[in-house]
């Protein structure tokens, strides 16, 4: 990855283009905010205004024809604060934090742009340069992403599931790999390959939590295998390998 100078032409271009974008997904909590059919212009620029619509740091993938601007917008009593401090702050209209809520595609040798997503996600993490895998993950890019308000508490942030996602390199393509309702903890590629070991946290006591005492699961995914992904260990293998322990080492010795 490197960061890439546009020229003062390119980001005029992508600029307005965002201004557009911005205007039109106003960002925030809509169950604590008036929704903006109810604003007038002057209400509603006056929102848009009090938020530091921004970009992170252009990068590239290598060999890319594309430019990648990480998005983001905080209120402008938030704008000299770390991501983390933003959480414990109440504001009339709730922002992302912890992450990006989308990611703009510019196209170099057209000029044109586009969003990776039209749908309210929360970017926590991504991956642009898969150099060490195999051919098809080579052309991709890897996201760890929120997209679901899994307690129902109105907000969308670090509690909801984090899904791993894929696209490749123009931002196309756009899926999710990992299991619904399932929290990815990490996940490892296999070097050289176009596969890979996903490790995920389901919500076993149905809390609504991923907490400690729920369960983890390890997943295998091929790229070139558009299946569902199954556990490495299934409920019957779990269970009989459970009993195994219980015997070896927990049961007491008459």
Known sequence: ????????????????????????????????????STLTKTQLDSVLDSYNFSFANPVIPDSSAYILFPLGAYGEEKSKRSIIDLESSVSTYDQPTGGHWNMLFFHIPTQQTHLLSEHKILIADYKPSLLEAGPLFKESILYLIHDTDFNSDGKLDRKDPRYLYLSDRAGKSFRRISPEKEYVTKYQILPGSDQMLIQARKDTNGDLVFGGEDELVWYFFDVNKNISLQPILDSIGRKSMEEKFFKQWLQTAE
């Open 1 to 36: 990855m490197r960061i890439f100078s546009c020229n003062m032409r390119y980001l005029m271009v992508i600029c307005s283009t965002c201004l557009y974008v911005c205007a039109c997904n106003p960002v925030g909590n809509e169950k604590h905010q008036q929704p903006a």
